[in-house]
């Protein structure tokens, strides 16, 4: 199975700060990546996919980069409804996989 | 508009039975693959199973495997997770989702708003 090592796996940070994710996958999994936000008690979001696409309706401020086994989530300024858990997830080869997460705090 | 309502969850007690099902509408049902994830209370997100269109691919976590049976009925728009062997640890929401893994643009953008089975004595 492939692992997906999400980091940091918590954050604490403020309103306008850039904050960037990481995802490291344990073997090439070209860029079927795609990044999601979950808030508590609410359905995951998908906000990227192939691993740099910005779903349609969801803010520029977010963007995804990378390929092969590393991949970043960037939010360029933080706002206050963007502190949620991230959690990225490899499709390349079965059983699909998700980061175990990052939970991004106020600071 | 897609939608997906997924149903079914419940209280059940360890080594009881359950069945999900997965209502769907606003896309053509038939030719669209389905998967089950699930998260634990206070956990991450799990996949537990898929299955193609037309039922020709089948594939599941190694958790569930001989535990659980995904199907669907493509003249009900309706797939369903039949969970035997039920484990104290199989508790979570359990979400559907759809899309095939091979098309990104696709893949997991929609998702049912989830149900909770709960196992315990």
């Known amino acids: 199975d492939i692992q997906m090592t999400q980091s940091p796996s918590a954050m604490s940070a403020s309103v306008g700060d850039r904050v960037t994710i990481t995802c490291r996958a344990s073997?090439?999994?070209?860029?079927?990546l795609a990044w999601f936000q979950q808030k508590p008690g609410k359905v995951p979001k998908r906000l990227i996919y192939a691993a740099s696409s910005l779903q349609s309706g969801v803010p520029s401020r977010f963007s995804g980069s990378g390929s092969g086994t590393e991949f970043t989530l960037t939010i360029s300024s933080l706002q206050p409804e963007d502190f949620a858990t991230y959690y990225c997830l490899q499709h390349d080869t079965y059983p699909v996989t998700f980061g175990q997460g990052t939970r991004l705090e106020t600071k | 508009e897609v939608q997906l309502l997924e149903s079914g969850g419940g209280l059940v007690q360890p080594g009881g039975s359950l069945r999900l099902s997965c209502a769907a509408s606003g896309f053509p049902f038939s030719t669209e693959a389905m998967s089950w994830v699930r998260q634990a209370p206070g956990k991450g997100l799990e996949w537990v199973s898929a299955i193609s269109g037309n039922s020709g691919s089948i594939l599941y976590a190694d958790s569930v495997k001989g535990r659980f049976t995904i199907s669907r009925d493509n003249s009900k728009n309706t797939v369903y997770l039949q969970m035997n062997s039920l484990r104290a640890d199989d508790t979570a929401v359990y979400y559907c989702?759809?899309?095939?893994?091979?098309?990104?643009?696709?893949?997991?953008?929609?998702w049912g708003q989830g149900t909770l089975v709960t196992v315990s004595s």
């Open positions: 073997q090439g999994i070209s860029n079927y």
């Open positions: 989702a759809k899309g095939s893994r091979l098309t990104p643009a696709e893949y997991f953008q929609h």
